[in-house]
């Protein structure tokens, strides 16, 4: 029962770095969603995937990239980190027959320094 | 856009009651979630409410009202374990069913 798996679970950074976040699922879902969540705000959408080779931007999609290559995974990149994007991402995936309800993975927490 | 407000932190006692309600000012809404959010820890999915009433889920209950743009969780009987974050989230459904705007969170602080 493995669900939404995120890799890696921490991470620290320094200003102008690059990384990669991994989300895979296993539940054959068509939609899969980044949020990033900081103290006192809500979670917030920063990209999107409805389907394999397609991507969308959220809410706060600046200073970061996606790529849906495979419909299991979502990656999300960071090209050149600042201390801003220091938060906890969440990657999350729902499928058509779910009534939207999302499915998180466990959540990853990136320092940039 | 959105605007969702819910209050930051509510205590109770362990065997009570505590409701948390939920203010949204929203164009093309489409339903309404409650997750709840241990520390360190994923959301998890408790309710959802598309129509004008109350679902009721075990000791968890939601009621929505789309003309008032509100919504409260209900949390009876309340345990220790029930200490966590609740996020209230909205949807426009259709092909953003997973695009949730979510408010900030209610911290529920249990006391023994």
């Known amino acids: 029962n493995a669900g939404v798996t995120q890799t890696p679970k921490f991470r620290v950074l320094k200003t102008g770095q690059s990384m990669t976040l991994l989300c895979a699922q296993d539940?054959?879902?068509?939609?899969m969603y980044w949020y990033r969540q900081d103290p006192g705000m809500g979670l917030r959408l920063i990209h999107y995937?409805?389907?394999?080779?397609?991507?969308a931007k959220g809410e706060v999609p600046d200073g970061y990239n996606v790529s849906r290559l495979k419909k299991q995974n979502f990656l999300l990149g960071l090209e050149s980190a600042a201390p801003s994007q220091t938060s906890v991402y969440f990657c999350?995936?729902?499928?058509?027959?779910?009534?939207?309800?999302?499915?998180f993975g466990e959540g990853s927490r990136l320092t940039v320094l | 856009g959105q605007n969702i407000d819910q209050p930051t932190e509510m205590t109770a006692t362990e065997g009570a009651i505590v409701q948390i309600n939920c203010t949204y000012q929203?164009?093309?809404?489409?339903?309404l979630f409650w997750y709840q959010q241990h520390a360190g820890e994923a959301p998890t999915f408790l309710s959802y409410n598309v129509l004008d009433g109350l679902e009721e889920k075990g000791r968890f209950s939601s009621f929505l009202s789309r003309s008032k743009g509100y919504s409260y969780l209900l949390l009876k009987e309340l345990q220790m374990k029930d200490s966590a974050s609740y996020l209230c989230?909205?949807?426009?459904?259709?092909?953003?069913?997973?695009?949730?705007?979510f408010g900030a969170g209610t911290q529920v602080v249990v006391t023994p």
């Open positions: 539940m054959n879902h068509e939609y």
């Open positions: 989230a909205v949807t426009r459904g259709g092909d953003s069913w997973g695009k949730l705007q």
């Open positions: 995937s409805v389907g394999e080779g397609t991507t």
């Open positions: 999350a995936s729902t499928g058509t027959g779910n009534t939207g309800e999302l499915f």
């Open positions: 929203t164009s093309g809404f489409n339903g």
